[in-house]
């Protein structure tokens, strides 16, 4: 079944279609509608010009002033606010006892290091007395 477009007649086919249909020609815009007589101008397309960095002098430094920061921790006084002394005193309580649990855990790694090291100076004693073993069983023999 032929597909059918809306508002065509029926009995044309799309070769005749397009044969009627005009082109447009080159001097003429697809807006036929318009009536307007303007003239056209021609433009000249500009580069857009080179950003160009400040000269570059040795030993100096830009002026760069950087606004105060903003003081929320102290009063327009100077006094320091409730917050600021809480935040202050439990920053430094949690460092006190962060110390404190890293000094317990290292006197616990500590201990574990000795004790690995004791083992390890006891198997070497049992290797060796084993060795000592082997070689008299072997010179015996």
């Given at each position: 079944?032929?597909?059918q477009t809306?508002?065509a ?7 005749e279609l397009?044969?009627?249909?005009p ?6 815009s697809?807006?036929s509608?318009d009536?307007?007589s303007?003239d ?8 857009p010009?080179a950003i160009?960095?400040?000269?570059f002098?040795?030993?100096s430094?830009?002026?760069l002033?950087?606004?105060p920061?903003?003081?929320f921790?102290?009063t327009?006084?100077?006094?320091p606010?409730l917050d600021?002394v ?11 006892m962060g ?7 290292a006197a ?5 290091e000795k ?7 006891e198997r ?11 070689r ?5 023999g």
């Open positions: 079944m032929a597909e809306p508002g007649p029926d009995d044309v086919t799309d070769a397009v044969d009627e249909t082109a447009p020609t080159p001097d003429h697809d807006n509608d009536d307007s303007e056209v101008q021609d433009a000249e397309l500009v580069e010009a160009v960095p400040a000269p002098v040795p030993g430094t830009p002026d002033t950087l606004p920061p903003p003081a921790d102290y327009d006084a100077g006094v606010t600021y809480r935040s202050k005193v439990e920053g430094r309580l949690g460092t006190a110390a404190e649990e890293l000094a317990r855990a616990k790694a500590d201990e574990v004790a690995r090291a004791e083992q390890e100076a070497a004693r049992l290797a060796a007395e084993k060795l000592a073993e082997i008299r069983s072997l010179g015996q």
